[in-house]
């Protein structure tokens, strides 16, 4: 009899994993299938922060340019649009210019002092590809951009633009670059891609005119399976 009641309650106790088994399983499939059709587009971010300029006087019109995202045959990353109209920063206007370094987006004032910019630009994409701040003047190694682009990271030489300011005495106050890029992240069937970063944070002299190279840091975090 003794006997007979243990295999009974063995017997439950078997079931009863069993069904915890069987509905763990099915939970981990609902989650993968809908891992697995769930799309997740790239994203591309760009934040700039410039201080120091409201202490320039501007000699008629001035003008600051910094890098912008593209990949590594300089082709944007994003779109005019987004870059020159939808956002813009107080007492600038923005424009793509072109330069002998390439593209780069350019804000001109003529007011009578350059106010600090601050702007965020962002938008989601399709491209699925290496993308960091150019211009690109120089990296290490004397790598190709595009070699560069596929490693885990490193400091790369890029440039900034400073034109159209009165001369200010020695002491001016400097100008501060920070510059934030971020792209990519997207994710197709639970395989997250790479993101890339790029950032600057650069001091130049106030007296400082023309193209000035800085250095840029440049990181990748690796994609892979996402459960």
Known sequence: MMNEQRKK???????GLAAVCILALMIFLIFLAVGFVEIISPNNSYAIEITGLSSLAVNGTATVMVPIPANVDGVPAMSEEVLTSRYQAFGWRTAIRETPYGKMLAFTTTDGYGPSISVPFGEFETKEEPRLLVPVLATPDNMSVEEFSRTSGGTYTTVVFLDGFIPPPENATPITFNLRYQGGGGMK??????????TVNATVPGTASGFIPIPAEYHVTPGGLYL
């Not at 309650?9 to 079931?15: E, F, Q």
Request: glycine residues 0%; without cysteine.
């Open 189 to 198: 069937h639970l395989i997250k891609e790479n993101v890339w970063t790029t």
């Open 9 to 15: 309650i063995r017997k439950a106790i078997l079931i």
